[in-house]
């Protein structure tokens, strides 16, 4: 079994380090001590770093984007102390991290009780991010990771909504997709849903989202968010037959709010040998038509 914790996050205005790190640190004890073994926070989650620049860095898409540079590797740090403190897996979300190549990526990260797991970048990139935030693709591929809890793989947000990906996470043995996302717009957020289920469906997996939800007028970047923290799984034995395992009751909130619950992976992962259906056993038949 595994407890669960997703939250479904407001971008807060903070007046210095010390109230942020106080504010993440106090977020993630909530879930710890709920009895959560994996905490998850969404897409641009390192944004709310934003908000510790001056009003006019902050009030500019990409000065603020640059800005919060220098910000990072501290913000790294103080997720893999809560991670090692607390002996628990941590996805504290993306950040828009400056390559050496002169690039901007969406990068999420995995911190374990041992600290650092690794990242996996965005693959596609919305139009936002590509033709306004300047945001490149990643290049590395997708990785999975082997945790004591299942083997897990991260598709951010816009990546949910590509069979492929989520396909290719499968066929690597991913029990769990975490899928932290960022959208602006009640349409943006029923995509990743609708994306998130259906990946869920063909795989025969569990998909965790975690949304940014709530306003925060003083950022260009995330300013408006909607969206409701999820595990999605497939509608089959032992499931909940609408395939919505837990979901959050609004779609925005103005205070960070923690979807706590627990599955059993297992279980989902026999649905592949055991199910009503089989859809990714059956996956190949549609390539012969």
């Given at each position: 079994?595994?407890?669960?914790?997703?939250?479904?996050?407001?971008?807060?205005?903070?007046?210095?380090?010390?109230?942020?790190?106080?504010?993440?640190?106090?977020?993630?004890?909530?879930?710890?001590?709920?009895?959560?073994?994996?905490?998850?926070?969404?897409?641009?989650?390192?944004?709310?770093?934003?908000?510790?620049?001056?009003?006019?860095?902050?009030?500019?898409?990409?000065?603020?984007?640059?800005?919060?540079?220098?910000?990072?590797?501290?913000?790294?740090?103080?997720?893999?102390?809560?991670?090692?403190?607390?002996?628990?897996?941590?996805?504290?979300?993306?950040?828009?991290?400056?390559?050496?190549?002169?690039?901007?990526?969406?990068?999420?990260?995995?911190?374990?009780?041992?600290?650092?797991?690794?990242?996996?970048?965005?693959?596609?990139?919305?139009?936002?991010?590509?033709?306004?935030?300047?945001?490149?693709?990643?290049?590395?591929?997708?990785?999975?990771?082997?945790?004591?809890?299942?083997?897990?793989?991260?598709?951010?947000?816009?990546?949910?909504?590509?069979?492929?990906?989520?396909?290719?996470?499968?066929?690597?043995?991913?029990?769990?997709?975490?899928?932290?996302?960022?959208?602006?717009t009640e349409a943006g957020y029923?995509?990743?849903?609708?994306?998130?289920?259906?990946?869920?469906?063909?795989n025969q997996l569990a998909v965790?989202?975690?949304?940014?939800?709530?306003?925060?007028?003083?950022?260009?970047?995330?300013?408006?968010?909607?969206?409701?923290?999820?595990?999605?799984?497939?509608?089959?034995?032992?499931?909940?037959?609408?395939?919505?395992?837990?979901?959050?009751?609004?779609?925005?909130?103005?205070?960070?709010?923690?979807?706590?619950?627990?599955?059993?992976?297992?279980?989902?992962?026999?649905?592949?040998?055991?199910?009503q259906v089989a859809l990714y056993?059956?996956?190949?038949?549609?390539?012969?038509?």
């Amino acid at each position: 079994m595994v407890k669960f914790a997703s939250c479904q996050y407001a971008i807060e205005l903070f007046d210095g380090w010390d109230a942020y790190a106080m504010h993440l640190e106090q977020l993630a004890g909530e879930a710890v001590e709920a009895g959560a073994q994996l905490l998850l926070l969404p897409e641009y989650a390192a944004m709310a770093l934003t908000g510790l620049l001056p009003e006019e860095e902050r009030g500019d898409l990409h000065k603020s984007i640059a800005a919060i540079q220098p910000l990072i590797p501290r913000w790294l740090d103080l997720c893999e102390a809560i991670a090692r403190r607390h002996g628990v897996w941590f996805c504290p979300g993306s950040a828009p991290v400056l390559d050496p190549d002169g690039k901007y990526r969406n990068r999420a990260f995995l911190f374990g009780p041992d600290g650092l797991a690794g990242h996996q970048d965005k693959i596609i990139m919305t139009r936002f991010e590509r033709e306004q935030w300047f945001i490149a693709a990643g290049t590395e591929g997708l990785r999975s990771f082997d945790t004591p809890l299942g083997r897990v793989g991260i598709l951010i947000c816009y990546d949910n909504e590509f069979p492929m990906l989520a396909r290719t996470l499968a066929e690597d043995g991913v029990d769990l997709i975490l899928a932290p996302s960022c959208t602006d717009t009640e349409a943006g957020y029923h995509r990743v849903r609708i994306g998130a289920q259906a990946r869920a469906l063909e795989n025969q997996l569990a998909v965790l989202v975690s949304p940014t939800a709530g306003f925060a007028p003083w950022s260009p970047a995330v300013d408006e968010n909607f969206g409701r923290a999820a595990l999605y799984v497939p509608a089959d034995y032992g499931m909940p037959p609408s395939g919505v395992f837990a979901e959050s009751d609004a779609v925005a909130t103005q205070t960070s709010q923690w979807l706590i619950g627990e599955i059993d992976l297992e279980k989902v992962a026999a649905l592949r040998r055991e199910g009503q259906v089989a859809l990714y056993r059956d996956w190949p038949e549609q390539f012969g038509v």
